[in-house]
């Protein structure tokens, strides 16, 4: 059991500041083993004041890295094949 | 956040200047745990280091034969960029001067790979001159799992996000490819001393 | 359904207007916010205090108002070796202001529309957002059939226990099973131990009633009881979990 991994909703504050839309409940496609669900239920790591990582469930890929750092935010969403609100 | 407002009367866990800090650091009890990922468990008999890229002959110890390569314990004084630092922490491990011997390369550069997908970057120069050993054991006992364990990079003279945990070998390089954090807005190089943390700095 | 908001998540400054003990180590804090647009039960809000020296921490705590409460209230619970919640315990006082963003998640949420039935698992703190859903689904007077499995430490430490006893005394169709795990009290006939595949086997909906299950608190709980209820045959889409971490405030 890995006790440092949250769930997607650990990550909602930071991506809320990012994304204009309820990322919890916004579908992904991950780009490593294909594997679609809500991002609210993938997991994330929070590495406190360096960033924020959120990986799929079935095999750790990271499908979105974002930090925040000198008053700009830094997205990286090539984890993901894709990320839809509906 | 509110410019300017303070939480009255919170003060947050102990912290300690000391005149051996860098700038914004400062001491901590204990040894904090940042992971971007899940903790790898990589049984030894699987573990194995390797030095590939642009080198002539790629190298590639297992467990085993790590461990018969010289080594030596190292007291070094650490510093993570979220602004903890510890003195005087105490280290085994291989020089990677002693994983280089012998190995041609016109590459000026090094990526870092790892159990996961955490990689750092470094220019080849700072990874040599006995400045940076591939460390497997910590205060004298076998490097645990959550700290980077069987083996990490100890990258001392630079912010520990280089020091990169479950480290697996090193890619020699032309080009310098940016890892994990340098990847997403820390500097690049990230000297402590001159509070290199973020590009721009 | 996927909530679209107008506008980003922004920080704000908000005033402590009421401090409420609840349990030896838990308190609830009731915010006074100009111009909240509500929540959903099961969100959470981002706190961040600022020490003199600019030293920062942030923390996430679940929201246990009601919806229909009209007010912010968030519980905490005093962790021993905590940076953050005993000074939210302990320090923080009514007149003070909190720097927080929220509310925070669309996932980890219920409201009447989402159905049933409903079990809600919690251990210690994890409590809370269940709780919001708890009294929303009174507020709104659901006939939502719903069952709490809550583990505390011990009697004194269930938290919101007086108030738990009381709605599912009013027979409508709320049951809430406690189970102590440290001590128990004298005459004690409920469960004590911590909560594992037998007890949820003997709690849970069963799948072909397809539950929709929230559960929430420590991470080894949570991934123990969210296994559990996969393997019972519960549907993992209405499984839904918030781990709150082992390391906590």
């Not at chain 2, 467990?63 to 510093?79: V, Y």
Request: proline share 6%; with cysteine; charged share 25%.
């Amino acid at each position: 059991m890995d006790e440092l991994r949250l769930d997607g909703n650990a990550a909602a504050g930071t991506l809320g500041e990012v994304f204009s839309f309820e990322v919890t409940t916004a579908e992904y496609a991950c780009g490593g083993c294909g594997r679609t669900g809500r991002l609210g239920g993938a997991m994330v790591y929070e590495v406190r004041e360096l960033g924020v990582v959120v990986r799929c469930p079935s095999c750790d890929n990271a499908l979105i890295r974002v930090a925040h750092n000198r008053g700009r935010y830094l997205v990286d969403l090539r984890g993901t094949r894709y990320l839809t609100t509906g | 956040m509110s410019e300017g407002f303070i939480s009255r009367g919170f003060g947050g866990r102990r912290r300690q200047s000391d005149d051996r800090l860098p700038p914004g650091q400062y001491l901590v009890d204990g040894f904090p745990v940042l992971s971007a990922g899940p903790t790898p468990h990589t049984p030894l008999e699987e573990w194995d280091f390797s030095i590939v890229g642009e080198v002539d002959d790629p190298k590639r110890w297992t467990w085993e034969e790590f461990r018969q390569l010289p080594s030596e314990e190292i007291t070094k004084d650490i510093h993570c960029e979220t602004k903890w630092s510890k003195l005087d922490t105490m280290w085994e491990g291989v020089l990677v001067d002693t994983l280089l011997e012998g190995v041609e390369t016109a590459a000026e550069y090094v990526t870092a790979f790892c159990d996961g997908d955490y990689t750092t970057n470094l220019p080849l120069e700072d990874v040599t001159g006995g400045k940076v050993w591939v460390a497997y054991a910590y205060e004298g006992e076998p490097l645990e799992p959550i700290h980077g364990g069987p083996a990490r990079l100890l990258v001392p003279h630079l912010y520990f996000w280089k020091s990169a945990k479950w480290v697996r070998g090193l890619q020699l390089t032309s080009y310098d490819i940016p890892g994990f954090w340098e990847s997403l807005g820390y500097h690049n190089y990230g000297d402590p001393w001159r509070e290199q943390r973020y590009w721009g700095d | 359904m996927v909530a679209v908001r107008p506008r980003r998540l922004l920080w704000r400054l908000e005033e402590v207007v009421e401090v409420v003990p609840e349990t030896p180590r838990t308190k609830s804090l009731v915010l006074d916010v100009l111009g909240w647009e509500g929540h959903k039960a099961g969100q959470h809000v981002d706190v961040w205090l600022t020490a003199p020296d600019g030293y920062q921490a942030q923390r996430s705590y679940s929201i246990g108002s009601a919806p229909e409460d009209g007010r912010l209230m968030v519980t905490v619970d005093r962790l021993e070796e905590g940076e953050v919640s005993p000074y939210l315990t302990d320090v923080l006082e009514v007149g003070d202001r909190l720097e927080l963003r929220g509310p925070i998640g669309g996932y980890f949420t219920w409201e009447e529309g989402d159905g049933g039935p409903l079990l809600l698992v919690g251990g210690g703190s994890g409590v809370v957002p269940l709780m919001a859903m708890i009294r929303h689904r009174a507020a709104v007077g659901s006939g939502v059939p719903a069952r709490l499995l809550y583990s505390s430490r011990s009697y004194e430490e269930i938290i919101y226990r007086k108030e738990l006893e009381n709605l599912a005394a009013r027979g409508g169709s709320l049951e809430v099973i406690d189970t102590l795990t440290r001590s128990k009290p004298e005459g004690w006939s409920g469960y004590h131990t911590r909560i594992d595949a037998q007890m949820l086997k003997e709690v849970a909906w069963p799948p072909n009633e397809s539950p929709l299950d929230f559960v929430c608190g420590p991470t080894p709980l949570v991934e123990a009881v969210g296994t559990a209820l996969v393997d019972l045959g519960h549907d993992p889409a209405r499984v839904k979990t918030e781990r709150f971490g082992a390391t906590g405030g």
